[in-house]
Each structure stands twice: as structure tokens, then as C-alpha cells.
């Protein structure tokens, strides 16, 4: 995965940590979470603030 599968990055995200709030979770918690998914494999530094919200909006949609 890349930073640009926010969808997939989500989908991994909510079945990783069904009991998280996406809403209250912190970037820094967030970003080291994605640098831990298995099949994550983009360079740690291409990553910004956007890229992170639109994951965590992602995220949020998912576990709706």
C-alpha cells in the first residue's frame, strides 16, 4: 500500500483497532499505526497532514 489508498489504509486501520475512535485519534498514533500495517510499504517521509486526514475521514466512513 501507499499513502495515496487512503480507502484501503481505512479498511486495514478499522480491522486492525475495532475498538478505536478515528474521530479521537491522534496524527502521531495514526501515522505510526500505517507505518505498521504489513503490507504499507511508502516512504514514511512523502507522508503530510492531508494525506492523514483524508485517511482518517476514511477511517471515520468505515466505521459508520
Not at 3 to 12: C, Y
Not at 50 to 56: C, H, V
Amino acid at each position: 500500500m501507499k499513502w495515496t489508498d487512503s480507502q484501503r489504509i481505512a479498511e486495514e486501520l478499522f480491522d486492525k483497532h475495532p475498538d478505536v475512535d478515528p474521530k479521537l485519534i491522534r496524527f502521531t498514533d495514526l501515522y505510526d499505526w500505517i507505518l505498521a500495517l504489513e503490507d504499507f510499504n511508502d516512504d514514511p517521509e512523502k507522508c503530510g497532514e492531508r494525506i492523514l486526514e483524508a485517511i482518517q475521514l476514511a477511517w471515520i466512513e468505515e466505521a459508520e
